[in-house]
């Protein structure tokens, strides 16, 4: 399946609303893959699993029972874990944290390439993560790497969650940002780096229309 587009980039720079769009727009399929680590992540916590122990952690990533449904006509994607709807319990600090410190050990990381591989089917795929396009998707022929600074991502993280009706400190979010961006940049295994093919756009002074543009730009591009 050669329509494949990565969106790869740190926390918080709108790689989802990105993917979200394009997906649409295309007609495509969408993997949110950080919704994979995060689901992993709760499924850690629940079953008491010691994360210093990575066969079991591996052993554990390689079975678990995690199923998606996308709402027909809508780019809205419900995750389950052993069919109980978890998709509201992913996205707190707390498991992005939990899913960065496993997504440093290798064999959870092989564990779950699969899985992600999975969701390469016809039309095509949009995939936003941190190895899209140097790992999982390492053929594929639209690779987008977005980048914007600590402050404008803390921000928009903020911004998010206050329409959730969830409060939040800009320091503390700052930091958050900050903590997860090094774990995820200076890993050993499929550290968050652009492609050497990817097309690199800085979103901190653009606004999403202006991305959504560009990436368009560099499917029709690539494509003709
Ligand atoms: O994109 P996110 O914030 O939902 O991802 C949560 C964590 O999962 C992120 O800090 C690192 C890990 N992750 C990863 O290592 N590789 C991916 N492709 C996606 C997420």
């Known amino acids: 399946m050669n329509n494949i587009l990565t969106i790869d980039g740190p926390s918080g720079v709108g790689k989802g609303t990105v993917a979200r769009l394009m997906a649409q727009k295309l007609g495509w399929n969408l993997l949110d893959s950080g919704a994979i680590y995060r689901a992993f992540a709760l499924v850690v916590f629940d079953s008491g699993v010691d994360i210093a122990d990575e ?12 199923s998606f449904k996308t709402e ?30 496993i997504a440093t050990i290798g064999s959870v990381r092989s564990a ?27 053929k594929a022929p639209f690779k987008v790497f977005l980048t914007a600074s600590a402050d404008e991502r803390a921000k928009r993280r903020l911004k998010q969650l206050q329409a959730q009706g969830t409060a939040g400190i800009i320091s503390q ?5 900050q903590r997860r961006d090094e774990r995820d940049r200076f890993r050993k295994n499929s550290p968050l780096i652009p492609a050497e093919d990817a097309l690199t756009i800085d979103t901190t002074d653009i606004s999403i229309d202006e991305v959504i543009e560009k990436v368009s730009e560099l499917v029709t591009k690539t494509k003709a």
Not at 55 to 66: G, T
Not at 73 to 89: I, Q, Y
Not at 112 to 131: C, E, I, M, N, T
């Open 112 to 138: 779950l390439l699969k899985r992600q591989r999975g969701f390469a089917q016809v039309p095509g795929l949009v995939a936003d993560g941190r190895d899209m396009g140097t790992v999982v998707f390492d």
């Open 173 to 177: 979010i700052l930091e958050d940002v």
């Open 55 to 66: 066969a079991a952690l591996a052993e554990v990533a390689s079975k678990f029972d995690l």
């Open 72 to 101: 027909a006509g809508s780019e809205l994607v419900s995750v389950f874990l052993a069919g109980k709807e978890v998709s509201k319990n992913l996205r707190t600090e707390k498991v992005g944290e939990m899913a960065s410190k």
